[in-house]
């Protein structure tokens, strides 16, 4: 496995870490052992978030003692220096750390800047200067806010969605991130679930030396997966290549990522579970996805409005009323059994 250092932060880790938004849906206990097993098998860089509830908490638990030996990032989505500072505080505690090596800025769908009116950027400036972050990063969906960031020379990093089945303009966002020394963290590697062969998504990833995908790991077995590529990277090879044309091919047209930009709905659709029922289904435990709570949850797309909100927000221009109609009707034919069972 190859080491990279993340854009020019000095901060070198091996090309393979973990996301700890899963961990939220675990025991403290399981938790723990997933994250140190994860260290013990070579990962050195962990991602969580404010916002992921009690996942901080859970890394804050598990690396007690040898914090000194792995990187930590956090993200914050404080909107004004107030909430940023309060944010920092409260990582600062539940990580059990008195300094984050990269804290970034949360989904944001502007790239703060000094002197911009919203005394955000400042902050973290002032963050760094007390010791208490070490590198300053930002987490985007929007390819042109993520354009605007890396010409901005304001950002250590850039956390943005990446997989094989990017399109070019987000391939050329990569390749600008290398070319500006921004170091570009691969969010959604597995494009929000849709993706499971680990070794062509690891593969494709791994053509570009310069990217350091976080793989949101929830069981040992998945952890495992990405360990085993420690010893030996796969290749990319005939029968990977095959893999991802045939996903492209059958994902060419536009599919929800599931990154709940669009939420919330007026009248309380999950939008980015509901709009990739489809594909989710087919991948996912069937006894889940026709549960009496899931039907419940597919049933609401019933009520849209149509006030198109979602819409305005999605970052992939989706036409998501269609989209909740189409799959809909798809899960209903699907469970069909099982819904005109009860
Ligand atoms: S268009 Fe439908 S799904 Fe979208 S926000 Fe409005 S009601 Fe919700
Ligand atoms: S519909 Fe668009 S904004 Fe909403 S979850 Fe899917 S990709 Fe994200």
């Known amino acids: 496995m190859r080491t990279i250092e993340i854009g020019k932060t000095g901060m070198l880790v091996p090309q393979n870490a973990f996301g700890?938004?899963?961990?939220?849906?675990?025991?403290?206990?399981e938790?723990?052992?997933?994250?140190?097993?994860?260290?013990?098998?070579?990962?050195?860089?962990?991602d969580t978030a404010r916002a992921y509830t009690d996942s901080e908490e859970k890394v804050g638990a598990a690396f007690k003692g040898i914090r000194e030996n792995l990187y930590l990032a956090t993200k914050t989505k404080a909107k004004t220096p107030a909430q940023f500072w309060e944010?920092?505080?409260?990582?600062?505690?539940k990580l059990q750390t008195d300094y984050i090596d990269l804290y970034q800025f949360h989904m944001v769908d502007q790239c703060y800047k000094p002197e911009d009116g919203t005394g955000m950027y400042e902050c973290m400036l002032e963050a760094k200067a007390q010791g208490k972050i070490r590198h300053i990063g930002i987490t985007t969906h929007k390819i042109q806010v993520a354009h605007e960031i890396v010409e901005s020379g304001l950002y250590e990093t850039l956390q943005y969605p990446f997989s094989y089945l990017?399109?070019?303009?987000?391939?050329?966002?990569?390749?600008?991130?290398k070319e500006y020394e921004v170091g570009f963290i691969v969010m959604k590697g597995l494009a929000g679930g849709i993706l499971s062969n680990a070794k062509a998504i690891f593969a494709y990833l791994y053509q570009f030396d310069h990217v350091l995908?976080?793989?949101?790991?929830?069981?040992?077995?998945?952890?495992?997966?990405?360990l085993s590529f420690m010893d030996q990277e796969?290749?990319?090879?005939e029968e990977l290549k095959e893999v991802i044309a045939q996903?492209?091919?059958?994902?060419e047209k536009d599919f929800c990522r599931g990154c709940g930009y669009c939420m919330p709905c007026p009248v309380g659709i999950d939008i980015p579970t509901s709009a990739r029922a489809s594909i989710l289904m087919r991948k996912m435990n069937p006894a889940i996805w026709g549960s009496k709570e899931r039907q419940e949850v597919m049933k609401k797309t019933e009520d849209c409005?149509?006030?198109?909100?979602?819409?305005?927000?999605?970052?992939?221009?989706?036409?998501?009323p269609e989209l909740l109609k189409k799959n809909y009707a798809d899960y209903l034919d699907y469970y069909k059994d099982v819904i005109g069972g009860e």
Do not use: H
């Open 20 to 29: 700890a938004l899963p961990i939220q849906r675990i025991p403290l206990e």
């Open 213 to 226: 995908p976080i793989w949101g790991i929830q069981r040992q077995e998945e952890l495992e997966e990405w």
């Open 31 to 46: 938790a723990k052992t997933l994250l140190q097993n994860a260290y013990k098998g070579g990962m050195r860089f962990f």
């Open 247 to 251: 996903d492209r091919k059958q994902y």
């Open 166 to 177: 990017s399109k070019q303009e987000e391939i050329e966002l990569v390749q600008k991130c």
């Open 305 to 320: 409005v149509n006030c198109r909100t979602c819409v305005s927000r999605c970052p992939y221009e989706l036409n998501i």
């Open 87 to 93: 944010d920092l505080e409260t990582s600062l505690s």
């Open 234 to 237: 796969p290749a990319l090879n």
